[in-house]
């Protein structure tokens, strides 16, 4: 078995020689670059999107909470983080009811029995600008001590399980070899696609 390649055009011939030639280059790798920051970017939307949904929280402070480190020719890693600990019951909508305090962390609306955001007696009931807007529960039987309230969303932990994970990877699949086709075509004028 052979394999025989002809050309009936010499400058076809040198135009594929120089797109095999700009592949080579230096050039390739700032378009793989550009390739993986593109996907990166947009898995980043559709994981503050995803996140946002998941946690309960307002997509700004999504936004805040998760960084990113974007991609150089040298590495061609794009990296997304997020840091903090379990967030305080206050950015889930808190409201103060007879009951306790509604919220709802996970996007699911809960009342916190026991729990309070202002100080007084029903119903002349007043916002201590000192509490922040923060959500409290007394911790024995005593009017004091009180201890802030936390919701159990964790934003580092969410952000690697359930339809955030998903969401990362599906969009990463789809788009990423998308934009490197692209960047071929691209960088090779169209010669090879």
Do not use: C
Request: net charge positive.
């Amino acid at each position: 078995m052979s394999l025989r390649i002809s050309w009936q055009d010499v400058d076809s011939l040198h135009r594929f020689d120089n797109a095999l030639k700009a592949l080579g280059s230096k050039k390739m790798g700032q378009g793989a670059n550009r390739a993986v920051n593109r996907a990166g970017d947009m898995a980043r939307t559709q994981v503050r999107r995803e996140l946002a949904r998941q946690t309960g929280l307002k997509r700004r402070t999504i936004v805040k909470a998760v960084k990113t480190a974007r991609s150089t020719p040298q590495t061609l890693v794009y990296r997304m983080s997020a840091w903090g600990g379990d967030v305080s019951l206050k950015h889930f909508r808190a409201r103060e009811t007879r009951a306790g305090v509604s919220a709802a962390p996970f996007g699911k609306r809960t009342v916190f029995e026991g729990a309070f955001m202002r100080a007084g007696f029903w119903p002349n009931r007043v916002v201590k600008p000192s509490w922040n807007g923060h959500v409290f529960k007394r911790v024995g039987a005593a009017r004091l001590p009180i201890e802030k309230q936390k919701s159990g969303v964790i934003i580092p932990n969410e952000m690697v399980q359930g339809e955030t994970r998903d969401a990362f990877r599906s969009t990463v699949a789809r788009v990423l070899p998308q934009r490197v086709a692209h960047e071929i075509g691209r960088l090779t004028k169209g010669v090879v696609s």
